[in-house]
């Protein structure tokens, strides 16, 4: 599906696709790694998150400089791809978040995959909505908006898996010891 929302955000020109695209992409290494570590011991899975936590974060940064750069240019983009393209990944990544949603409370590990999933079909309904936002101003800023607001779900949740992946290695250290 990141795939798509490449080609799709490039061809529309939105900032949002694009920034839910490279998410798409950072949520399925992410998928994978927690997969590898889900039988390991809490400090392994805790330092998985750890790294999950700081992509999240770069993942973040990235897209508010990328809309920085896009207000500069001031073009605004495409709504029609942009808007169907969000609602075919809608339908992927809220299919996702029901799946795992049970996982939501679970160790940092598995909570890190829950916030990506939730944070995907929230990325993916903004997108609609600022297509939509878009197609009614012919302007940039609806897109702009939601990219901005989809760089600070990214940078809040991995402040938050950051930090409960440092509580967990410090309790797996201290309890090896």
Same mark, same amino acid.
């Given at each position: 599906?990141?795939?798509?929302? $490449?080609?799709?955000? /490039?061809?529309?020109?939105?900032?949002?696709?694009?920034? &839910?695209?490279?998410d798409?992409?950072? &949520? *399925? *290494?992410?998928?994978?790694?927690?997969?590898?570590?889900?039988?390991?011991?809490?400090? +392994?899975r805790?330092?998985?998150?750890?790294?999950? %936590? *700081?992509?999240?974060?770069?993942?973040?940064?990235?897209?508010? %400089?990328?809309?920085? +750069? *896009?207000?500069? @240019?001031?073009?605004?983009?495409?709504? $029609?791809?942009?808007?169907? $393209?969000?609602?075919?990944?809608?339908?992927?990544?809220?299919?996702? @978040?029901?799946? /795992?949603?049970?996982?939501?409370e679970? &160790?940092?590990?598995?909570?890190?995959?829950?916030?990506?999933?939730?944070?995907?079909? $929230?990325?993916?309904?903004?997108v609609?909505?600022?297509? /939509?936002?878009v197609?009614?101003?012919?302007?940039?800023?609806? &897109?702009?908006?939601?990219?901005s607001?989809?760089?600070?779900?990214? /940078?809040? @949740?991995s402040?938050s898996?950051?930090?409960?992946a440092?509580? #967990?290695? #410090?309790? @797996?250290?201290?309890?090896?010891?």
């Open positions: 599906m990141f795939a798509v929302e $490449i080609v799709g955000g /490039l061809k529309s020109g939105s900032v949002s696709l694009l920034a &839910d695209a490279v798409f992409a950072g &949520d *399925a *290494a992410n998928y994978a790694l927690s997969l590898t570590v889900l039988s390991m011991g809490l400090l +392994w805790a330092r998985a998150a750890w790294i999950k %936590g *700081a992509t999240m974060g770069a993942y973040g940064a990235f897209v508010l %400089g990328k809309a920085a +750069w *896009a207000a500069a @240019a001031g073009s605004a983009p495409e709504p $029609i791809t942009m808007g169907a $393209i969000a609602v075919i990944a809608l339908a992927v990544n809220a299919g996702v @978040a029901v799946m /795992l949603f049970g996982f939501r679970g &160790d940092a590990n598995l909570r890190s995959v829950w916030l990506c999933s939730r944070n995907d079909a $929230i990325g993916n309904l903004a609609g909505i600022a297509a /939509l936002g197609f009614g101003t012919g302007t940039a800023w609806p &897109d702009l908006a939601v990219a607001v989809m760089a600070t779900l990214a /940078l809040t @949740a402040v898996v950051l930090r409960q440092r509580g #967990e290695i #410090e309790l @797996a250290t201290s309890t090896a010891r």
